[in-house]
């Protein structure tokens, strides 16, 4: 059974940061896993907001450009994002999720509808 289970959220001011980690059980994460990270604002669709695919490509979502870093180590079986330059508009439940192995991906997918395995997030708040 696959599990993914989401920490490191938390309440900071604006310009803050934080470290948000995926702990991965019943699924490999290797270089050739394809995993994002998701946010859903009180009232607002869920938007990927990171994702990384085939040997390290990455993409993000415009709005954290320069701001998030989307990572993976292998050894620990562990997605990360690290948030930094928060801002109010950051505010989020942030969920992080898997693709079901075999799929081919470059940069990883920020469509939620690729992804098949997900966690039960953590949420981020940002005071400004």
């Known amino acids: 059974q696959v599990q993914l289970v989401e920490s490191g959220g938390g309440s900071v001011q604006a310009g803050g940061s934080l470290r948000l980690s995926c702990a991965v059980s019943?699924?490999?994460?290797?270089?050739?896993?394809?995993m994002g990270w998701f946010r859903q604002a009180p009232g607002k669709e869920r938007e990927g907001v990171a994702a990384?695919?085939?040997?390290?490509?990455?993409t993000y979502v415009d709005s954290v450009k320069g701001r998030f870093t989307v990572s993976r180590d292998t050894a620990k079986n562990t997605l990360y994002l690290q948030l930094n330059s928060l801002k109010p508009e950051d505010t989020a439940m942030y969920y992080c999720?898997?693709?079901?192995?075999?799929?081919?991906?470059?940069?990883?997918?920020?469509?939620?509808?690729?992804?098949?395995?997900w966690g039960q997030g953590t949420q981020v708040t940002v005071s400004s």
């Open positions: 019943g699924y490999t994460v290797s270089s050739y896993s394809c």
């Open positions: 990384i695919g085939w040997v390290g490509g990455t």
């Open positions: 999720a898997a693709v079901q192995r075999g799929t081919i991906c470059s940069t990883g997918f920020l469509g939620q509808n690729n992804y098949q395995y």
